[in-house]
């Protein structure tokens, strides 16, 4: 379940928008409804400005089954309410090893793969904006 704590709802409370990221796994989709229940309880008592951007799918690995059935399944039960993001964050060994060194993955490799999709979702969400 997604930490909803009061270090969350504060950023929410002074966000203009959100970018949801979500793995592609059983236990953050399960915890994704419990999360937007409390972006809109944000918006309607604390923020009315705040929007959802969209869902980004992270950790993403469409080599398996079991991530193109999570990938179908939060496009089938949230893409006609939300934005889904076109770009996925792809399940990278060298994302990892930047996260264990504190570093950002464009310093550690930016040729990566998951520094493209990154700079794709830049990208993508420019584009939204106009």
Do not use: W
Not at 25 to 36: M, S, T, W
């Amino acid at each position: 379940m997604p930490s909803l704590g009061i270090m969350t709802i504060n950023a929410l409370a002074a966000a203009d928008s959100v970018i949801i990221p979500v793995q592609t796994a059983y236990l953050p989709v399960k915890g994704l409804q419990q999360l937007i229940k409390t972006i809109f309880m944000v918006k309607k008592r604390l923020n009315r400005k705040l929007t959802i951007e969209g869902i980004l799918l992270t950790m993403v690995d469409l080599r398996t089954n079991y991530a193109k059935d999570i990938y179908a399944n939060v496009r089938e039960n949230y893409g006609s309410q939300i934005n889904i993001f076109n770009t996925r964050i792809p399940l990278s060994l060298k994302a990892a090893e930047a996260s264990a060194e504190g570093i950002s993955i464009f310093r550690h490799c930016p040729k990566n793969k998951v520094a493209v999709a990154y700079e794709n979702l830049t990208r993508e969400v420019f584009r939204s904006e106009n």
